[in-house]
């Protein structure tokens, strides 16, 4: 039986085993975008090295990352966990592009996929970094996975058809290239070099490797009945995912705008939302305590090891 919260889910199945069987097959076009990256991060990186350049590769790896894929890509567009303009959504969903994961829509589509596999009872080792580290790497970085009965997804029409984000899905790959001229103008290959291979390697590589470690290892303070996979969070790199390494607070409260919920648990895209509420650009942030109650929500007693009901979120 699935659980209630899937009812109004953007993906749904006609086949108990809609997420279990298939097969991975290797992605051409995505496999060569991150080796073309990687070798002139690696290879042009150190020849054309600089602390200008440097600089550049932190500062923009920080842009992409907080208000890209945290903010725009993944508590707004995935989730709408809060309100803004629609010029700001679109600032920062393309702020979310030049990440490098993909375009808005398919990162969207294979976020529900994901979602909704590593909610059931079993899915496949694909959808839940199941496979052995290396392996899950060459997966995720290099391949695609090809379902026998894949879930329908309905993305609803004011995305879909959204004439920005249909660009955008279009030409993602090519979004770099307006960058890539702006930075050789301004510094030459060493900043093409640290500003956009450098950045966008380490973009998807991060992402990759957060992912394995928040569905593997870690501290979980809660437990989702029924479901494959227990998301987990990763403490020391609360600064460098922007908050989005708190993956078990997640898994339990998809819906949040915050993903810090305990003391300590620090969240970039949080304090980023908080500023700018008080500047009046986004609105009504969603917190646990706005989302309906989950039966299958368990909150887990670090001291004595056994689970207690947690349908409603901590307290603040």
């Known amino acids: 039986m ?22 991975v097959r290797y992605a051409p076009l995505t496999s060569l975008w991150l080796m073309a990256m990687l070798a002139g991060a690696i290879l042009g990186g150190p020849l054309y090295f600089s602390w200008t350049a440097l600089a550049l590769f932190i500062i923009s ?17 995935i989730h709408d966990s809060y309100q803004c303009p629609r010029w700001l959504e679109y600032v ?21 996929l994901r979602d909704y596999a590593q909610r059931l009872p079993a899915c496949h080792p694909y959808l839940r970094h ?21 879930p329908r997804i ?10 920005f984000y249909r660009f955008l899905e279009a030409t ?13 103008l301004c510094g ?13 390697s380490a973009g998807v590589l ?40 708190w993956h078990n607070n997640h898994h339990a409260y998809p819906g949040s705008a915050r993903l810090g919920l305990q003391p300590g648990e620090w969240d970039p895209g949080w304090w980023a939302l908080l500023l700018l509420q008080r500047m009046g650009l986004v609105s009504s942030l969603r917190l646990p305590h706005d989302l309906a109650a989950r039966p299958e929500l368990r909150r887990l007693d670090d001291l004595g090891g056994h689970q207690a009901q947690a349908s409603s979120p901590p307290a603040r």
């Not at 702020?95 to 993909?102: F, K, N, P, Q, T």
């Not at 993602?172 to 050789?184: D, I, N, S």
């Open 61 to 77: 790896t920080a842009i992409v990352l907080l208000f890209g894929h945290s903010l725009g890509s993944h508590r707004k567009l």
């Open 130 to 150: 199941g496979a052995r580290f290396w392996r899950d790497a060459w997966w995720q970085l290099h391949c695609c996975l090809d379902l026998d009965h894949p």
């Open 2 to 23: 699935l659980a209630a919260s899937l009812d109004g889910h953007r993906a749904s199945a006609s086949h108990a085993d809609s997420v279990l069987n298939g097969s």
């Open 154 to 163: 309905a993305i609803e029409p004011r995305l879909a058809h959204d004439r």
């Open 206 to 245: 991060g992402h990759w490797l957060v992912g394995y470690f928040a569905h593997n290892h870690g501290q979980r303070h809660y437990h989702v009945d029924g479901a494959a996979v227990q998301g987990h969070n990763i403490r020391l790199t609360s600064l460098l995912t922007m908050g989005e390494c």
């Open 172 to 184: 993602w790959m090519l979004q770099q290239l307006p960058w890539a001229a702006l930075c050789f």
């Open 188 to 200: 030459g290959w060493g900043f093409v070099c640290w500003g956009v291979c450098a950045r966008v």
């Open 92 to 112: 920062l969903v393309y702020l979310g592009v030049l990440v490098g994961l993909s375009g808005p829509l398919g990162l969207l589509r294979q976020h529900e």
